[in-house]
């Protein structure tokens, strides 16, 4: 599931792209927007793909060795691993997965190599060698084995990182979200033995309007909320400033006043983050400076109105 961090840095590289075209095209621009946030589920289901694209090389890998004169019992074993897990023969028998995957924007197939390598990387390391002594894994030690492997491949194995870059431009944004959407829907797996693939549900559907609205409602208040801004910054040299980080400083402003569920402190600590991560190395200090003061005048001043869990303190 998209993490609202990351649905807020999806919304900063769109206003970016925004700021650098004519400013008619907001409608092109909300509805790229909007595709890229549900490209990230066809990513997500892409990943998953990848367990039943690893075991069809590891079947060939599988005949070529029996084929041998002298074959070799442990290699063959080895690339029987993930039959030995039911989440993975769940998962292949899944129409619904079938019917997800069927038609994604992405491909495993001029990624053949790369399958080769893993599996030699793999066969070497404790998660592995620990799993293949097991001809009947417990539902644990299953669901141990298949989130070990996604973040050797996520986290460790640079060749599937090069890969992942190669196929989808939002990678490095959508990683993390990705892998811990999988890490749990396994979790769900062997928690109530269904298979349960993430969607666009009410909840998520909530976040992705927040981003949508949020993005919007800084070009329709653009003026204003840069005027406040300035008004209110010590040291403002908009020569000085990287676009990024008035952008951030536009998207939280934004947020303080127009968005009541979500508590400033919140939206300043995403932005905190977000800085640290986007733009330069004293970037988050100078946010933090002109966003709390902000946040005390635009309070002292009542126009800080929220409620529910939303509330300003």
């Known amino acids: ?18 700021t650098q075209q004519d ?11 909007d595709t890229r946030f549900k490209e990230y589920y066809l ?24 084929e041998k004169y002298f074959p070799n019992k442990n290699v063959i074993r080895n690339t029987e691993v993930l039959l030995r897990t039911d989440f993975y023969t769940a998962l292949v028998k899944s129409d619904e997965f079938q019917n997800l995957t069927n038609k994604l924007p992405f491909s495993w197939d001029k990624h053949g190599e790369m399958f080769n390598h893993i599996f030699t990387d793999m066969v070497q390391y404790d998660f592995f060698i620990d799993y293949s002594v097991f001809d009947t894994p417990t539902a644990e030690q299953q669901k141990e084995f298949l989130t070990n ?23 490095n944004d959508d990683s993390a979200d990705t892998l811990k959407t999988i890490v749990r829907h396994i979790d769900h797996f062997y928690s ?13 559907k909530e ?17 204003s909320l840069d005027e406040l801004t ?3 910054s010590p040291n403002w040299d908009p020569e000085r400033l990287t676009l990024t980080d008035m952008l951030m400083l536009r998207m939280a402003v934004c947020e303080f006043l127009y968005f009541e569920t979500i508590p400033p402190k919140v939206s300043i600590n995403e932005y905190l983050d977000i800085a640290k991560a986007y733009s330069t190395p004293k970037s988050h200090l100078f946010i933090n400076g002109v966003l709390d003061k902000l946040r005390i005048l635009l309070d002292e001043a009542g126009k800080i109105k929220k409620t529910g869990r939303g509330l300003v303190n």
Not at 53 to 65: D, M, V
């Open 149 to 171: 492997l996604y973040e050797f491949l996520f986290n460790e194995f640079e060749l599937y990182d090069s890969a992942m870059e190669e196929e989808y431009v939002f990678w």
């Open 207 to 223: 976040d992705i309007d927040f981003g949508m609205q949020l993005f919007e409602k800084c070009i329709a208040e653009k003026e």
């Open 1 to 18: 599931m998209l993490s609202r961090r990351n649905i807020r840095i999806k919304v900063l590289q769109q206003l970016y792209a925004y």
């Open 43 to 66: 990513f997500y289901y892409f990943n998953l793909q990848f367990l039943d694209k690893f075991n069809t090389y590891l079947e060939s890998e599988k005949e070529i060795e029996t």
């Open 192 to 204: 109530t033995g269904k298979i349960k693939f993430d969607a666009i549900n009410n909840k998520q």
């Open 230 to 232: 300035q008004k209110n």
């Open 23 to 33: 400013s008619n095209a907001l409608p092109l621009f909300s509805k790229q927007l």
